[in-house]
């Protein structure tokens, strides 16, 4: 990458991503994906940044039913362009094509909000992509983010294009817990455009230099705090909350009754990457525990709480499911499924397993 003044020289993306794979020929198959995630990467952080400016939110939108405020309008709009953006950039590489238009994923219990999730393949891989997670916050200028997953083909395909038994044979083949995954990451869209990544050993995070309009890495090999000082939940629905172990666990961290015996900080975007982010960085725990709202929980396992499970993982935090199991082996049975999660810094995480390993009556 070019330096100017005095700017500590730094490798970009692409340059990382080549010489990652000269280092680990295996990995040559998934650098296509890469390089298609970050071109769609930078395109979307430009349309994030340009959102208030070109997206006229009084026009109505052909597609949407509810438009009394303005909000709602462009962050549909916004999560349709991101999507258009991300597919474009895959089919772009010339092998890697869409399993099924995301309507057609419609399989789901209706009720399910159907984002625009895609489902991707080419000979050797599967992905998984959300392309505008946290879309509701964008007109308010809070942080929004992509989130992807990659998969090894468990079997070939009978045949390379794809027909409708095809897509159903690749939809059951993407249904795979995070420990199966090849590489993830995720793309935030805030003060910066970072994109965060993992091919499995250890976890990078690259900034996007706006003045070369590159991604140069600037968190090498991040590894989360073995304890923080923050819990990232959405308090509301604390009255609901079903998890008797997570709410002793909770209350006792407020009243710094917790092992750190330091009261804990509350800190919640409500845009997942978001959260994530801050946890990887400062440490701290994540959650969304069942509630009776919404029993289990708001977010979609496979294409947002497997992949930044595995991130997590990879920084060395750890991720569960409401038992305590290891949310890395959680294989998802439906596209949208949602699971309660909980995920964060070691430390913490453990605390929190003491908690809910503990039966009710202790
Ligand atoms: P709640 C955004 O809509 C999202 O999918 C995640 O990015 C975020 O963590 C979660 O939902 C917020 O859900 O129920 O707190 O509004």
Request: with cysteine; hydrophobic share 25%; glycine share 10%.
């Given at each position: 990458?070019?330096?100017?003044?005095?700017?500590?020289?730094?490798?970009?993306l692409t340059r990382f991503l080549s010489q990652y794979v000269k280092?680990h020929p295996e990995y040559k198959t998934l650098k296509n994906i890469y390089l298609a995630v970050q071109m769609a990467c930078k395109?979307?952080?430009?349309?994030?940044?340009?959102?208030?400016?070109?997206?006229?939110?009084?026009?109505?939108?052909?597609?949407?039913?509810?438009?009394?405020?303005?909000?709602?309008?462009?962050?549909?709009?916004?999560?349709?362009?991101?999507?258009?953006?991300m597919k474009n950039a895959l089919k772009f590489t010339g092998t890697v094509q869409m399993?099924?238009?995301?309507?057609?994923?419609?399989?789901?219990?209706?009720?399910?909000?159907?984002?625009?999730?895609l489902i991707a393949y080419d000979k050797h891989h599967l992905a998984c992509l959300?392309?505008?997670?946290?879309?509701?916050?964008?007109?308010?200028?809070?942080?929004?983010?992509?989130?992807f997953g990659v998969y090894d083909r468990?079997?070939?395909?009978?045949?390379d294009?794809?027909?409708?038994?095809?897509?159903?044979?690749?939809?059951?083949?993407?249904?795979?817990?995070?420990?199966?995954m090849r590489a993830a990451g995720?793309?935030?869209?805030?003060?910066?455009?970072?994109l965060?990544l993992?091919l499995?050993?250890?976890?990078?995070?690259?900034?996007?230099?706006?003045?070369?309009?590159?991604f140069?890495?600037?968190?090498?090999?991040?590894?989360?705090?073995?304890?923080?000082?923050?819990?990232?939940?959405?308090?509301?629905?604390?009255?609901?909350?079903?998890?008797?172990?997570?709410?002793?666990?909770?209350?006792?961290?407020?009243?710094?009754?917790?092992?750190?015996?330091?009261?804990?900080?509350?800190?919640?975007?409500?845009?997942?990457?978001?959260?994530?982010?801050?946890?990887?960085?400062?440490?701290?725990?994540?959650?969304?525990?069942?509630?009776?709202?919404?029993?289990?929980?708001?977010?979609?396992?496979?294409?947002?709480?497997?992949?930044?499970?595995?991130?997590?993982?990879?920084?060395?935090?750890?991720?569960?499911?409401?038992?305590?199991?290891?949310?890395?082996?959680?294989?998802?049975?439906?596209?949208?499924?949602?699971?309660?999660?909980?995920?964060?810094?070691?430390?913490?995480?453990?605390?929190?397993?003491?908690?809910?390993?503990?039966?009710?009556?202790?």
């Open positions: 990458a070019s330096s100017s003044g005095g700017q500590k020289r730094r490798i970009t280092d395109t979307i952080s430009q349309l994030v940044n340009r959102a208030g400016l070109v997206l006229d939110t009084t026009e109505q939108d052909e597609g949407s039913s509810d438009f009394s405020d303005g909000r709602y309008y462009s962050m549909k709009r916004l999560d349709k362009l991101s999507t258009t953006v399993v099924v238009p995301e309507a057609k994923m419609g399989s789901e219990k209706p009720e399910e909000h159907q984002p625009g999730v959300d392309p505008m997670d946290g879309s509701g916050n964008q007109d308010a200028g809070i942080c929004t983010g992509t989130i468990p079997e070939p395909l009978q045949q294009t794809s027909s409708e038994e095809d897509d159903q044979h690749l939809l059951e083949n993407i249904l795979q817990p995070a420990r199966n995720y793309c935030i869209y805030s003060s910066a455009t970072v965060v993992t499995g050993e250890g976890v990078y995070g690259f900034t996007l230099d706006p003045q070369i309009n590159e140069v890495l600037t968190h090498e090999n991040v590894t989360i705090p073995q304890r923080g000082n923050v819990y990232s939940c959405n308090e509301a629905h604390s009255e609901g909350w079903q998890n008797e172990g997570w709410k002793q666990y909770l209350r006792n961290l407020k009243l710094g009754l917790g092992e750190s015996k330091k009261q804990y900080a509350h800190r919640y975007v409500g845009s997942m990457v978001g959260d994530i982010h801050r946890t990887l960085l400062y440490g701290g725990i994540f959650a969304y525990p069942s509630c009776t709202q919404r029993m289990q929980g708001n977010l979609q396992l496979l294409y947002k709480t497997s992949p930044l499970a595995f991130v997590v993982d990879q920084a060395g935090g750890k991720a569960m499911d409401e038992d305590g199991n290891d949310l890395l082996d959680k294989k998802p049975e439906r596209i949208h499924q949602k699971s309660p999660c909980f995920m964060g810094s070691p430390r913490d995480m453990d605390e929190l397993n003491s908690y809910l390993k503990k039966k009710p009556s202790q």
